[in-house]
C-alpha cells in the first residue's frame, strides 16, 4: 500500500507530468493521501485558481482514500519532529504528519522529497528516479 505525498498528486496533475512518475502511477492502483496534502493542495488552487487542475484533483481526491490525521498520527509527528530537531534536522509539521501518516498505516511514501524524510525510519519511494 502506498501514501502518495503532495507533491506527487501536484506531478500528476500537470498537463504533461513527468514520464518516470506517469509510467509509475499507471501500474499502481490503490493510493492513500494524507489530508494534509488535501489541505496543502486546497491552499494552492484558492490562492492560485486553476479550473484544469481543480477538476483533476477533485476527481482523484473521489476516487482514493484520505487517511485523517488522528491522535496518535499527531503525537508520532510530534514526537518524530521533536527528535529530528533536537538532532539538529528540523522538519516541517506537514511532513511529519505525513510521515506519522504511513508509519501508523505501515505504507510506504512515494514522493519527490525525499531528504524531507531521512531519518523518519519508512519506506520511501521516488518515482521521479524510476
Do not use: K, Y
Not at 496518535?72 to 528540523?90: F, H, K, V, W, Y
Amino acid at each position: 500500500m502506498l501514501l502518495v505525498d503532495t507533491n506527487i498528486i501536484s506531478e500528476l496533475s500537470r498537463q504533461r507530468p513527468d514520464p518516470g512518475v506517469l509510467a509509475w502511477a499507471s501500474s499502481a492502483t490503490d493510493f492513500r493521501f494524507s489530508v494534509i496534502s488535501l489541505e496543502e493542495i486546497a491552499f494552492a488552487l484558492a490562492w492560485r485558481p486553476n479550473l484544469r487542475v481543480q477538476d483533476w484533483v477533485d476527481a482523484f481526491f473521489n476516487r482514493h482514500t484520505a487517511l485523517p490525521a488522528t491522535q496518535e498520527i499527531a503525537r508520532r509527528a510530534g514526537e518524530l519532529r521533536g527528535r529530528l530537531a533536537a538532532q539538529g534536522s528540523p522538519r516541517s509539521q506537514a511532513d511529519m504528519l505525513i510521515a506519522a501518516t504511513a508509519l501508523v498505516h505501515g505504507l510506504t511514501l512515494v514522493t519527490r522529497n525525499t531528504r524531507d524524510f531521512d531519518g523518519c525510519g519508512l519506506p520511501l519511494l521516488n518515482p521521479f528516479s524510476l
